[in-house]
């Protein structure tokens, strides 16, 4: 398992290089051959037991996150979500700035100086600075750049299993196809780590036309719904009740049968499963279905709390029936392809 | 100094816990003076005693507890909290805390991600709607969590960029650091001041420690620290005060006229920066209550200027700690003392 590492590398989405770096460093000695694609894209290749049939699994590397799109004449640094992020889980963070990770907070001003009104109001992000202790703008624009990328400064935490950290959406699926990596394949295999999907599924688009599969898994870290009981929004899924299994999403419908095959691969093994509740976001097997003539596409996910919030919760019980679910479902893909 | 305040920024003393953080200042100081105890409150109390010539005493003052969050109810294997003194509930979501319970427990506050609402229902979370998740059932909760456990933000001390610093509970941590620097700097000379340093509890509740520390110790007169608004992105000059500018000296009904006076003086005999922080009424501070503790206690108040107060993310400028301990040390050794007026009709 590598969520620790992962977790606390900085790739918001368009600047996954240093992620990039970590997987191909620790999957050299395991794979046959890397590429890269314009995007970013990195493609582990895996010579299977056959040959003739092709499998891809995703899992994505970029996390949500900031970018700086000015500097005020005190120093102060204006920025943008990169990615899904409501303002609110925002306030009174700490965040890493660009390649000379300058450390900042978004300040917010005390409570004693608010009006009533202004706390009962949601901050927009134009109304957000970040304050990395610069005293004017020639000095902030010597160590901070226009267009450099900021995420949260969130050291990852694990005790007694229970994982805690930022991205595991998707840095837990890119931890399972790192473990994996090790394994025998029956078919060729393209261990596929993504660029860009929190800003729109984008290195996706391109990898499922450049691998085109028979049959691809996309692995990802996906949000739980198990809050408390007050608020009736469902109770799903949930940590500890292992991985979650896509029916539907806003991106793509799964085939019955390959739905019924993770069912039947999970109770013949004993792992326990549920179902992710239907209709709510996208992954990257939304585009990769439809490349090409088609790939038959499904989604696996570990349940994470918090997911796009500066600290997820995560079990590693959770992770590991994924990981086992996955590899048990490679063993015997040839049932679906 | 810097080092001094990063220990005390990551202890943990939300008001009324604050045994961490006293234990933290006992360890620091007990070397470095000439008598340190632990008071039947909770306050620490040291004191570097007069050579030569003995004038009388001072305490110089500091609050030494944070504000905090403590747990009232379970929702399944969720924990509710209330706040211990005033925080903006918008900067709850996200935090990564931690829980005293049966151990020490990491959590995240959470509240109901977005996605699952309505848009209507997106606006600020009251506390009623946030919760604690530490990631367990809730028969382990029960187990390790009860009702009245402090909660903490689980944040470390971090330089930004030279002197200026962010950390948790710089509120009132600068202040004592300020102390701790003093004692430590004055440990072999020769005053003619008793000088206590005193770390009290429950400023931000009711300044228990404050009045209960002023009684015992009855001094001469009395110097307290503590913080007042920077000004920052959205807080102007007209209501904060700029980093790097020195301490504030405090003026106004809770402060000894005398004791302003001399103060100023002192720093322009000195030439520390300092600026005139008018409060004109309540300080909100120590200040208030030891004023009026026992016969009356002269008191003057020296504010550092932090941004942020009350978050997570304070951030305030080490020049401006440096100067406050500059000014007090050469006030120590150039003071006279507070004269009290007295006519005598039949004179």
Redesign the interface.
């Known amino acids: 398992m590598f969520i620790n590492e992962l977790s606390n590398i900085n790739g918001v989405s368009g600047n996954e290089d240093e992620v990039r770096k970590f997987i191909i460093d620790k999957l050299k000695k395991l794979v046959d051959k890397f590429e890269i694609d314009s995007m970013g894209n990195l493609y582990a290749f895996k010579k299977g037991k056959k040959s003739g049939k092709k499998i891809m699994l995703a899992a994505h590397m970029d996390e949500v996150g900031f970018m700086v799109t000015g500097i ?1 004449q ?1 120093g ?1 640094i204006r920025f943008r979500p990169v990615g ?1 992020i ?1 303002p ?7 965040v890493i700035i660009g390649k000379n990770k ?13 009006t009533i009104e202004e ?5 927009k992000f134009e ?1 957000l ?1 970040i ?5 004017s703008k020639e ?1 902030a624009s010597s ?1 901070v750049n226009l267009g450099d990328y900021i995420a949260f400064d ?1 050291e990852y ?1 694990e ?1 007694n299993g ?1 994982c ?1 950290g930022k991205g595991f959406d998707d840095r837990a699926g890119c931890s399972i196809l790192m473990d994996i990596a090790g394994m025998d394949f029956p078919y060729d295999t393209y261990l596929t780590f993504t660029v860009q999907e929190e800003v729109g599924l984008r290195g996706a688009r391109i990898a499922g036309n450049r691998v085109f599969p028979d049959i691809c898994i996309v692995v990802e870290g996906t ?1 739980a ?1 198990d ?5 009736d ?1 469902g109770s799903y899924p949930s ?2 009740s292992g991985p979650v299994i896509t029916l539907l999403d806003r991106s793509l419908i799964v085939q019955k049968k390959l739905v019924d095959f993770l069912l039947n691969v999970a109770k013949d093994n004993r792992i326990p499963y549920q179902f992710k509740r239907p209709n ?2 996208a992954t990257d097997a939304g585009r990769i279905h439809i490349s090409k003539t088609g790939v038959p596409s499904m989604v696996l996910a570990v349940p994470v ?9 995560m ?1 590693k019980r959770d992770y590991n029936n994924t990981l086992k679910l996955i590899e048990k479902g490679i063993e015997r893909i040839e049932e679906v392809i | 100094m810097k080092e001094i305040l990063e220990k005390l920024s990551n202890a943990a003393g939300p008001s009324g816990f604050e045994e961490n953080v006293s234990s933290v200042l006992f360890e620091m100081l007990k070397e470095k003076v000439d008598e340190i105890k632990k008071d039947k409150v909770g306050n620490v109390i040291a004191l570097k005693k007069a050579k030569g010539e003995r004038k009388g005493s001072v305490m110089l003052t500091a609050h030494l507890d944070e504000i905090g969050m403590i747990v009232t109810a379970f ?2 294997s ?1 924990i509710k909290f209330e706040t211990l003194g ?6 709850f ?4 805390v931690i829980i005293f319970g049966k151990k020490v427990l ?1 959590g ?1 506050v ?1 509240a ?5 609402l309505r848009d209507k229902e ?3 979370p009251s506390l009623e ?1 946030l ?1 604690i ?5 809730e028969k382990d909760v029960k187990k390790y969590v009860r009702i009245g456990d402090p909660i903490y933000i689980d ?1 470390t001390f ?5 002197d ?3 950390g948790k509970a710089l509120d009132n941590r600068a202040s004592c650091a300020v102390i701790c620097s003093i004692l430590m700097n004055i440990k072999n000379e020769e005053l003619k001041w008793d000088v206590y340093g005193v770390f009290t509890i429950q400023e931000e509740s009711t300044s228990l420690g404050a009045y209960t520390s002023a009684f015992k110790i009855k001094p001469d007169f009395a110097i307290v620290l503590d913080v007042t ?1 920077a000004t ?4 102007g000059e007209d ?2 005060y700029p ?1 790097n500018k020195g301490p504030g000296i405090a003026i106004g009904p809770n402060i000894h006229n005398g004791l302003f006076n001399e103060l100023k003086e002192t720093a322009k005999r000195n030439e520390i920066p300092y600026f005139i922080e008018p409060i004109p009424g309540q300080t909100g501070t120590d200040a208030s209550a030891i004023q009026v503790v026992d016969e009356g206690i002269p008191t003057a108040l020296l504010s550092v200027p932090i ?7 304070e ?1 305030l400028h080490m020049n401006d700690l440096k100067r406050t301990e500059r000014l007090i040390i050469s006030f120590l050794r150039e003071f006279d003392g507070v004269k009290e007026e007295v006519i005598d009709v039949h004179k």
């Open positions: 005020e005190s102060d899904g409501e609110l889980t925002c306030l009174s963070k700490r300058i450390s900042g907070v978004i300040g917010v001003k005390a409570t004693h100086l608010n706390e009962k109001s949601v901050p109304s600075r304050d990395a202790g610069f005293s000095e160590k969130t935490y005790e229970i805690t949000g719904g809050f408390p009981s007050k608020r929004i940590l500890g709510i976001g709390r918090y997911i796009h919030s500066p600290c997820c919760i079990l | 929702d399944g969720y005033g925080w903006d509930n918008r900067i979501i996200g935090q990564k990491k995240v959470g109901i991600p977005p996605h699952y997106k606006k600020v709607e919760f998740d530490i990631g367990m059932n944040t971090k330089v930004l960029n030279g200026i610093v962010t608004h920052s992105f959205g807080v209501r904060a980093f941004r942020y107060m009350h978050t997570p993310t951030v």
